[in-house]
């Protein structure tokens, strides 16, 4: 069983910056793909940012590009997600997920492992 922790999350004015953080507790990060994905009140949880064991390839849904970054350093057995420009529409719990393959993916469902979340609250 791989048990996720993820750190970083906290209350932000709009157009700040947060640097979530996660990192499997026991197992080595570089087995696995890795995502983000968020779920705001009320709302069915959602992709955020997904990238492959090896870093080189990345994925985000539309509404982050340009103001999230994924990266992962394996050395350090911790992935992150620099989130900038920061709009309330952000506010959400943000959960960590690995998954053991080598491509990343957008699906939730193709992932095995998760965090227990950590909240990112923007305000006005």
């Known amino acids: 069983q791989v048990q996720l922790v993820e750190s970083g999350g906290g209350l932000v004015q709009a157009g700040g910056s947060l640097r979530l953080s996660c990192s499997p507790s026991?197992?080595?990060?570089?087995?696995?793909?890795m995502g983000w994905f968020r779920q705001a009140p009320g709302k069915e949880r959602e992709f955020v940012a997904a990238?492959?064991?090896?870093?080189?390839?990345?994925y985000y849904t539309d509404s982050v590009k340009g103001r999230f970054t994924i990266s992962r350093n394996n050395a350090k057995n911790t992935v992150y997600l620099q989130m900038n420009s920061l709009k309330p529409e952000d506010t959400a719990v943000y959960y960590c997920a690995a998954r053991s393959a080598v491509i990343a993916n957008m699906n939730e469902r193709q992932y095995d492992y998760w965090g227990q979340g950590t909240q990112v609250t923007v305000s006005s």
């Open positions: 990238i492959s064991r090896s870093g080189g390839e990345t």
């Open positions: 026991g197992r080595t990060l570089s087995t696995y793909a």
